[in-house]
């Protein structure tokens, strides 16, 4: 299972179906949650993120709570892996950041 594989970054508005519909593929059960668990972890890894033994266990946390939610964590991963260095982080609402 690659994290490179098509899956949707956000920003969300719903829960995304993305990761489910690639995790579900021919698995079910603990092994989807493993598979959430190693697409997680990739995408940190693409990211550039270093992980001690205590790093991957979160992961593991966050993957059990369901493959949205890892979906989620790895879409603020990559966008903020993304950012450009040094950019201006702008209020635009409530909750809402535009980087320029």
Same mark, same amino acid.
């Given at each position: 299972?690659?994290?490179?594989?098509?899956?949707?970054?956000?920003?969300?508005?719903?829960?995304?179906?993305?990761?489910?519909?690639?995790? @579900?593929?021919?698995?079910?059960?603990?092994?989807?949650? !493993?598979?959430?668990e190693?697409?997680?972890?990739g995408?940190?890894? /693409?990211?550039?993120?270093?992980?001690?033994?205590a /790093? !991957?266990?979160?992961? @593991?946390?966050?993957?059990?709570?369901?493959?949205?939610?890892?979906?989620?964590?790895? *879409?603020?991963?990559r966008?903020?892996?993304?950012?450009?260095? *040094?950019?201006?982080?702008?209020?635009?609402?409530?909750?809402?950041? !535009?980087?320029?």
């Amino acid at each position: 299972m690659s994290s490179r594989q098509p899956v949707s970054s956000g920003p969300f508005e719903v829960e995304p179906f993305d990761l489910g519909r690639l995790l @579900a593929a021919g698995a079910a059960g603990d092994e989807v949650v !493993r598979r959430s668990e190693r697409w997680l972890v990739g995408v940190l890894d /693409d990211a550039d993120v270093e992980l001690g033994a205590a /790093d !991957r266990e979160v992961a @593991a946390l966050v993957a059990g709570e369901g493959w949205s939610v890892a979906q989620v964590v790895g *879409g603020w991963v990559r966008r903020a892996a993304g950012a450009p260095p *040094g950019g201006v982080r702008e209020l635009v609402a409530p909750g809402v950041t !535009r980087v320029r």
